[in-house]
């Protein structure tokens, strides 16, 4: 049998850097916090990291707007930093994965200032630059996720630039071939040096419509989005024009060659698109991308019905593709929380953490995760996040899952000796690193456990999934991997609930994995509030 790649089933951590640790006392993280906590990091039994860009950024968009795409922030570090970072992550065993931000640049990057100063200098054809309309309005009704019209009018030119994201993240032009070129020159750079992985950050957005044709209308009714709200002008259209071309699928082959050179790497894209499962589809195959991830589980519905409908659709989607599951991110509201509302919980937190890890696929945890630390409330005044400031109060942004990870209890909950760039609650300091780890019971040391025990079954890493028959709010279904199968079952709520065991299943429970446990008893399944039930088939 082939031997799986790394990243086949593998449990990547999300390092968040500006929130990790603090080495130098000004209240932002930094890779040599990284550094000094990969030991905690490999002790989780994750197979990888996956950093959030630590790269030359003005930091408008916290180091999604990229300024040099090949050197390290001073905020962050030095790039001896990061070879420090992944030679001792290697030593490790941990992958190392980094963030790559294809479709948009800073405003500040050296191409963007050349750009912007003539229609005729070497790289004036670099960005998406177009005529106003003859009443001098925007070109077309494109909007931008984080408010507002989606583009931005350049004097020097006297043409309007288009920006999907902040008006400082211009979008490059991949109808350009230099611009494609220089792309991959620059993914090129980090793969020479060593990284095992990519995760494209909004990859779908590399190719707008060369014709700038309108988006039409949606109705009100099916305004709902992931990664924007329902309120947000952005989800009063259909985005065919301004992402999703069918050119971008070239442009992943032509990275899919470009990483087929280097020995065992791989490329997580993100997508967010109209249908997202499907453009997933497209996306992840043995000529495209290894994997692929959406926003699909990071909404508000927690229902059975929603969960084994998301994978189903996906499942049928890309039956031969790898996907990689995530329901936390700097993105979006901390899971326990969004999940769990009133009746969030430890129990909970270590269910949902199991809960993910036993989809088929590969799984993204955020760091924090493992703590079970909910939403974090952020008063406006110190709210950083622009996306958060333009929409408040009805969406508060993304600093409530960006709060400094507690290491301790103390004041500064061990992250850093200065004020830290957003306040951690002291609800986060009451469920630090320091106090869960001597409590064998704690959602850490249950994480530890649990994804300890899940690398003892190929079924959990590798298999197959069906799902069984069940009504709210029992989740069940079966891995199967070569002649292991195994059953897997959720109570997602509070009380406890029985579940009869289809005919003709002889589960032998599994223990090992930690969790709360249900019980069987003449072909009925009894499981308590938050428990789960894994067993091997004959």
């Not at 792309?183 to 950050?201: I, K």
């Not at 419509?209 to 988006?215: E, T, V």
């Not at 830290?420 to 320091?434: F, M």
């Amino acid at each position: 049998m082939k031997t799986a790649s790394w990243w086949h089933g593998a449990v990547i951590y999300q390092v968040y850097p500006r929130s990790f640790l603090d080495t130098n006392g000004d209240g932002v993280g930094d890779l040599p916090g990284i550094v000094e906590k990969l030991d905690y990091i490999a002790s989780l039994g994750v197979d990888a990291i996956w950093i959030s860009p630590f790269f030359k950024s003005p930091m408008a968009d916290f180091g999604y707007d990229i300024a040099d795409y090949r050197d390290v922030d001073p905020l962050f570090g030095t790039l001896d930093d990061f070879d420090r970072l992944l030679k001792k992550a290697h030593s490790l065993d941990i992958k190392v994965m980094i963030d790559q931000v294809l479709s948009h640049t800073s405003a500040q990057h050296a191409w963007f200032q050349e750009s912007r100063e003539s229609r005729d200098n070497a790289k004036a054809d670099w960005y998406v630059w177009a005529d106003a309309r003859e009443d001098g309005t925007p070109p077309n009704n494109w909007l931008s996720i984080f408010g507002g019209v989606a583009w931005q009018w350049e004097p020097r030119r006297e043409q309007y630039y288009l920006h999907n994201f902040l008006t400082s993240q211009p979008d490059l032009n991949f109808h350009c071939a230099d611009v494609r070129e220089a792309t991959l020159d620059n993914v090129a750079f980090w793969l020479d040096r060593g990284v095992d992985g990519l995760r494209l950050d909004a990859i779908n957005f590399c190719y707008h419509d060369a014709q700038l044709r309108d988006n039409p209308p949606k109705p009100a009714h099916l305004r709902v989005g992931r990664g924007f709200s329902a309120d947000n002008p952005y989800a009063y259209q259909y985005h065919y024009y301004n992402n999703t071309q069918p050119e971008t699928l070239v442009f992943m082959e032509e990275l899919r060659r470009l990483m087929d050179r280097y020995r065992d790497v791989a490329a997580l894209g993100e997508f967010s698109s109209e249908d997202s499962l499907a453009t997933m589809a497209e996306y992840v195959g043995d000529r495209r991308l290894h994997m692929g991830y959406s926003f699909e589980l990071l909404t508000d519905d927690f229902s059975v019905d929603y969960i084994r409908g998301t994978v189903e659709n996906l499942e049928s989607k890309m039956p031969h593709g790898w996907p990689c599951w995530a329901i936390s991110n700097h993105d979006v509201e901390r899971a326990v929380s969004r999940w769990g509302r009133e009746q969030a919980s430890d129990a909970l937190a270590a269910q949902l953490v199991a809960l993910v890890c036993s989809l088929r696929g590969s799984v993204c945890l955020y760091q924090g995760e493992e703590l079970g630390l909910p939403e974090a409330e952020v008063p406006f005044e110190a709210l950083q996040d622009p996306y958060g400031i333009s929409f408040w109060p009805n969406f508060k942004g993304r600093d409530g899952c960006r709060t400094p990870l507690p290491w301790t209890d103390a004041e500064g909950a061990g992250f850093s000796s200065g004020a830290p760039w957003l306040p951690i609650p002291d609800a986060h300091r009451a469920r630090s690193v320091q106090a869960q780890e001597a409590d064998p019971a704690s959602v850490l040391n249950l994480t530890r456990r649990f994804l300890r025990w899940r690398k003892s079954l190929p079924a959990l890493v590798h298999g197959d999934i069906r799902f069984l028959d069940s009504h709210e709010p029992v989740l069940a279904f079966t891995r199967s991997h070569g002649d292991e199968r195994l059953l897997v079952v959720f109570n997602l709520s509070a009380t406890a609930v029985d579940w009869r065991l289809p005919d003709g299943l002889d589960p032998v429970p599994l223990e090992g994995h930690g969790l709360l446990a249900g019980t069987v008893a003449d072909g009925e399944l009894r499981l308590p509030a938050r428990g789960v039930h894994f067993a091997r088939l004959g």
